[in-house]
């Protein structure tokens, strides 16, 4: 089986993955400030329970939301380095080929 791979296509895909990480970081900016409310669970004991059960959980939830993003785009980064090592490392066989024939047709082998 053959595979073909172009190199174009991974940074595409890259940029589209840096993108969605990007997103993701703006979105949790926009929602961070709703973290802020909590005068909608009241007063009673339930309100207190949910109060207490948010101040503990929000801010950890929310750094790792952040960090989730983070890792999106940094994704996205290393998907364009495997696309810039393997354009790399076909030029380079490329040249090496290349090198080969001309000592192939020096030496009249070909």
């Excluded at 890259?14 to 703006?26: H, K, L, Q």
């Amino acid at each position: 089986m053959t595979s073909i791979v172009h190199p174009d296509e991974i940074h595409a895909c890259g940029s589209a993955i840096c993108d969605g990480g990007s997103t993701w970081r703006e979105d949790l900016a926009r929602v961070r400030p709703m973290a802020d409310e909590t005068d909608c669970y009241g007063d009673d004991d339930l309100g207190t329970a949910l109060l207490k059960m948010h101040e503990s959980c929000v801010a950890p939830s929310l750094d790792y939301i952040d960090r989730t993003g983070q890792c999106i785009a940094e994704t996205g980064f290393v998907v364009h380095e495997m696309a810039r090592a393997y354009r790399n490392t076909e030029f380079d066989n490329l040249g090496t080929v290349q090198q080969i024939s001309e000592l192939l047709l020096s030496l009249g082998l070909v």
